[in-house]
């Protein structure tokens, strides 16, 4: 659970609803009573556990420690990985399923940058699986034939989790699935089945302060070998960008790509008529095109980009032109106020998000947007 000056990230809060629905719909199909249990590190974090059963946890498990009060990854791994093996507090949990319990069924991570990190080396950790960036899980008893898994003969693999993600700019939805290996000549068991859960996708549910649960302390054990990464200051930078004043952002992507400076210009246009702050897809930010230096450090910076790695806005106005809409980008501006859409592909996911989608080249739809804006202006001015 990521937590910063004493409140946690909304994606904790998330994670924690959305492993509660999980586990209600579980534990009424397979009659049992598995729980959900958050997982918090930090210093001084005792009174953060409440807040955590009030949003659906049936157990937090603390740890409390000096050394752990700033994320460094290799002891956050090493505790972590101590945390969800030890089996007395979590017989401690469920003392029903005490005698059985070797690792959790299923883990969760944010997918942010502290998150993507922990996750995956989490997972090296514990050796199992893990599936980044998803916003769609599912848990289901599914029936397969696999050459390296099965054998090649049918299995059924019950309560497995499907975690789904949108890949290829959304166009397609993979499922990706953590399965054991059953075939008797690489037998193996991946457990927990893991993923990162894009921040923004699910609801958090309503905090109910009647919600009783376990809090339990566990004392980890500290090698000082894992601390050879020291926090000697910690200093919140603020953006070179701001995306918090204006009202109006306006956002590229690739579909400058037939003449980028050119194109670059003609949104910086769009942008100074509206007011706007320009914004960019992260593929804009891994500088792909050959442009001039004056545009390419101005604009093609991670600190513009729009989504789950970058920045979330809820501006009044936002215009995406050359952006196809995939989710990451989404999950960044779905909360704007009034979205365009200028594209010359109807069938681009973008649409979706728009109150009116222009079909079109940014390079037509633009200069006559800027010169109806300037008219509009003038007619305003005159009244
Ligand atoms: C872990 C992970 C995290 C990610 N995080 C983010 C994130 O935070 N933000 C983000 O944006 N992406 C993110 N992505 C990338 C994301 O999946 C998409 O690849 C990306 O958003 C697509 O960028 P795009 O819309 O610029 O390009 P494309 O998907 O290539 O779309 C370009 C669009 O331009 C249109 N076009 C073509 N010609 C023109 C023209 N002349 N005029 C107007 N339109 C035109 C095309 O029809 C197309 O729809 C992430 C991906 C991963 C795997």
Same mark, same amino acid.
């Given at each position: 659970?990521?937590?910063?000056?004493?409140?946690?990230?909304?994606?904790?809060?998330?994670?924690?609803?959305?492993?509660?629905r999980?586990?209600?719909?579980?534990?009424?199909k397979?009659?049992?009573n598995?729980?959900?249990?958050?997982?918090?590190?930090?210093?001084?974090?005792q009174?953060?556990?409440?807040?955590?059963?009030?949003?659906g946890?049936?157990?937090?498990?603390?740890?409390?420690?000096?050394?752990?009060?700033?994320?460094?990854?290799?002891?956050?791994t090493?505790?972590i990985?101590?945390?969800?093996?030890?089996?007395?507090?979590?017989?401690?949990?469920?003392?029903?399923?005490?005698?059985?319990?070797?690792?959790?069924?299923?883990?969760?991570?944010?997918?942010?940058?502290?998150?993507?990190?922990?996750?995956s080396?989490?997972?090296?950790?514990l050796?199992?699986?893990?599936?980044?960036?998803?916003?769609?899980?599912?848990?289901e008893?599914i029936?397969?034939?696999?050459?390296?898994?099965?054998?090649?003969?049918?299995?059924?693999?019950?309560?497995?989790?499907?975690?789904?993600?949108?890949?290829?700019?959304?166009?397609?939805?993979t499922?990706?699935?953590?399965?054991?290996?059953?075939?008797?000549?690489?037998?193996?068991d991946?457990?927990?089945?893991?993923?990162? $859960?894009?921040?923004? !996708?699910?609801?958090?549910?309503? =905090?109910?302060?009647?919600?009783? +649960?376990?809090i &339990?302390?566990?004392? #980890?054990?500290?090698?000082?070998?894992?601390?050879?990464?020291?926090?000697?200051?910690?200093?919140? $930078?603020?953006?070179e !960008?701001?995306?918090?004043?204006p =009202?109006?952002?306006?956002?590229? +992507?690739?579909? &400058?790509?037939?003449? #980028?400076?050119?194109?670059i210009?003609?949104?910086?246009?769009?942008?100074?008529?509206?007011?706007?702050?320009?914004?960019v897809?992260?593929?804009?930010?891994?500088?792909?095109?050959?442009?001039?230096?004056?545009?390419?450090?101005?604009?093609?910076?991670?600190?513009?980009?729009?989504?789950?790695?970058?920045?979330?806005?809820?501006a009044?106005?936002?215009?995406?032109?050359?952006?196809?809409g995939?989710?990451?980008?989404?999950?960044?501006?779905?909360?704007?106020g009034?979205?365009?859409?200028?594209?010359?592909?109807?069938d681009?996911?973008?649409?979706?998000?728009?109150?009116?989608?222009?079909k079109?080249?940014m390079?037509?739809?633009?200069?006559?947007?800027?010169?109806?804006?300037?008219?509009?202006?003038?007619i305003?001015?005159?009244?």
């Amino acid at each position: 659970m990521e937590h910063e000056d004493g409140e946690f990230l909304p994606v904790s809060l998330e994670m924690v609803g959305e492993a509660r629905r999980l586990m209600d719909s579980f534990n009424t199909k397979y009659s049992s009573n598995e729980k959900v249990v958050a997982v918090i590190l930090g210093h001084n974090v005792q009174d953060l556990s409440k807040q955590l059963i009030e949003y659906g946890a049936d157990a937090v498990v603390y740890a409390d420690n000096p050394e752990l009060k700033d994320v460094r990854n290799t002891i956050y791994t090493k505790v972590i990985g101590q945390i969800v093996q030890d089996t007395k507090s979590l017989g401690e949990i469920e003392p029903e399923y005490a005698s059985d319990i070797k690792r959790p069924r299923y883990m969760f991570f944010a997918a942010d940058s502290i998150g993507r990190h922990l996750s995956s080396t989490t997972l090296v950790e514990l050796e199992s699986g893990l599936a980044s960036d998803i916003n769609k899980l599912v848990i289901e008893d599914i029936e397969m034939s696999h050459q390296q898994k099965t054998g090649g003969t049918k299995e059924t693999y019950a309560k497995t989790l499907e975690m789904y993600r949108p890949d290829f700019s959304g166009f397609l939805w993979t499922t990706i699935l953590c399965l054991d290996n059953r075939n008797p000549a690489f037998k193996r068991d991946y457990h927990p089945q893991s993923c990162s $859960i894009i921040p923004g !996708v699910f609801e958090p549910l309503k =905090r109910d302060s009647l919600r009783e +649960g376990k809090i &339990i302390e566990f004392t #980890p054990t500290i090698d000082p070998q894992d601390l050879k990464v020291k926090v000697l200051g910690r200093e919140i $930078i603020k953006s070179e !960008v701001d995306f918090e004043t204006p =009202r109006t952002i306006v956002s590229f +992507g690739r579909g &400058i790509k037939d003449d #980028p400076e050119q194109n670059i210009k003609l949104i910086e246009n769009l942008a100074k008529e509206l007011n706007a702050e320009i914004g960019v897809t992260l593929p804009m930010s891994k500088k792909p095109y050959q442009i001039s230096q004056a545009l390419d450090s101005k604009y093609m910076i991670p600190a513009r980009v729009i989504g789950t790695s970058g920045h979330k806005t809820s501006a009044m106005l936002y215009v995406a032109a050359g952006v196809s809409g995939a989710m990451q980008h989404v999950m960044g501006m779905k909360d704007s106020g009034f979205v365009v859409g200028i594209n010359p592909d109807e069938d681009a996911p973008i649409k979706n998000e728009c109150d009116v989608f222009i079909k079109g080249r940014m390079e037509d739809v633009i200069p006559l947007l800027i010169e109806e804006i300037k008219k509009q202006i003038q007619i305003v001015e005159v009244q």
